[in-house]
């Protein structure tokens, strides 16, 4: 048991050590666009299924509170809250529905859609991709494997920041990493660098 529990460890950190070699000039480009998009008064949608809608929930929680300064809240809204109008969609259409259905409603051209998927196979997130793209909203993927579907959704002016893994648990420990880094851009950027 202690050996698999040091093994998990181990395995965390490679994949860390990874995706640090790979994925840093990825964010930083994911982060000008949010940054570029708060700018001119756009917001970003965030899903996800599972531990990917956690992920989306806690990104949208860190820029409508804080991350780690005392600054304005930022215009994020997660999609993966709402179970009203989730189990709605999901009833009255399909679960594929349940985020394109509130980007139709709450998407705008010009707002981001950033999605989550360890996969890249989920027909909710590759729906939701298509009809942000249908309103003319930017795309920055967070997937991981081989990126799925949902790689070749996205246009070269969209972003995918795949993680170098193939374990669902792996991805979704960097997933945490790159939220924290596009939050310390998305504060460093807007509000100027804590000394």
Known sequence: MIERIRDNF?????????????????????GKI??????????????GNGGSAADAQHFASELINRYERERPSLPCISLTTDTSTLTSIANDYSYSQVFSKQIKGLGHAGDILFAFS??????????????????DMLIITCTGKDGGEIAGLIGE???????????TAR????????????????????FGEIE
């Open 10 to 30: 181990t395995e965390s950190i490679q994949t860390k050590i990874a995706a640090a070699d790979m994925l840093p000039e990825t964010i930083a480009r994911a």
């Open 34 to 47: 949010i940054v570029s998009t708060l700018l001119n008064g756009g917001k970003i949608l965030t899903c």
């Open 118 to 135: 360890t996969s890249g196979n989920s027909k909710s997130i590759s729906e939701a991709i298509k009809t942000a793209l249908s309103k």
């Open 157 to 167: 002016d969209d972003v995918e920041i795949r993680v170098p893994s193939n374990s």
């Open 171 to 190: 991805i979704q420990e960097v997933h945490l990493v790159i939220i924290h880094c596009l939050c310390d851009v998305i504060d460093n950027q807007l």
